[in-house]
């Protein structure tokens, strides 16, 4: 079956940077788009990043625009998040989504990771 192991959260200063990975297994990896989504504490799940399944087109968050990176390592079937100049409103927990249409939207997700927290203190 198909699994999204997150990993690389914690806890960093305003200001600081953390790199979150996200890899897959159980189905080609380079066939599908991958996408990070956040979820703080009292809200929905929003969009953050999205990147198709050759890595050559991204989409991001008008919020994390110019602070944070995606990418992708087909051959380590991985997807990274590089997270700069974080702010303590960038706290919740992250996850990564698979799927066929890439996109802003988490219906278009057929897999989701069990997410991985990230805590920026002020």
């Known amino acids: 079956q198909v699994q999204l192991v997150e990993s690389g959260g914690g806890l960093v200063q305003a200001g600081g940077s953390l790199r979150l990975s996200c890899t897959a297994s159980?189905?080609?990896?380079?066939?599908?788009?991958m996408g990070w989504f956040r979820q703080a504490p009292g809200k929905e799940r929003e969009f953050v990043a999205s990147?198709?399944?050759?890595?050559?087109?991204?989409d991001y968050a008008d919020s994390v625009k110019g602070r944070f990176t995606i990418s992708r390592d087909n051959a380590k079937n991985t997807v990274y998040l590089q997270m700069n100049s974080l702010k303590p409103e960038n706290t919740a927990v992250y996850y990564c989504?698979?799927?066929?249409?890439?996109?802003?939207?988490?219906?278009?997700?057929?897999?989701w990771g069990q997410g991985t927290q990230v805590t920026v203190s002020s």
């Open positions: 989504g698979q799927g066929t249409n890439w996109g802003r939207y988490e219906y278009e997700y057929d897999y």
């Open positions: 159980g189905r080609t990896f380079s066939n599908y788009a």
């Open positions: 990147i198709t399944w050759s890595g050559t087109t991204k």
